[in-house]
C-alpha cells in the first residue's frame, strides 16, 4: 500500500504545513516538494509556504488530491478524515503523532486507505 501512496503520479496534501522550518510539518511539505511531488500545504494560519500559497482546508484546494499527509494532532485528524470521506478521498497518510483509533478505524470503515506508524520521508527515502 505504502507503493501505491508513494507514486509520483499522485498529488500529495500536507495538513498541518508550517513555515517554521523547525516543525515537522514544514519538513515533510518541503521533502516531497523536493522530491518532485505535486503537493499543496493546507494550514488556515499561514497564507503561504515556501512561496507556495497555502490553503485554509481540503475544501479550498484547487484540485483533489490522491493523498493526504496529517501532520496534525490527533483531534484534528479525527475531523480532516471526515472531510475526506465527504470529498471521496482515499488515501490518508498519518504521520506518527497524528493518529487516532478513533480515526484510523473511521478510514477503514469507509473504504479508505490508510497508512499510520511511519513517516512519509523515511519511506519515501526507502523505496528510492
Known sequence: MIMEFLDKKNVFV???ASRNPEKYGHKV???????????YPVNPDADEILGDKCYPNLE??????????LVVTPKVTEQIVKTC????IKKIWMQPGSESETAINFCR????????????????RRQS
Open 14 to 16: 500536507v495538513v498541518g
Open 29 to 39: 511539505y518541503t521533502d516531497l516538494r523536493k522530491a518532485g511531488y505535486r503537493v
Open 60 to 69: 479550498a484546494l484547487p484540485e483533489k488530491p490522491d493523498v493526504v499527509d
Open 85 to 88: 470521506k465527504k470529498l471521496r
Open 109 to 124: 470503515e469507509n473504504g479508505m486507505d490508510v497508512v499510520h506508524g511511519v513517516c512519509v520521508m523515511i519511506e519515501r
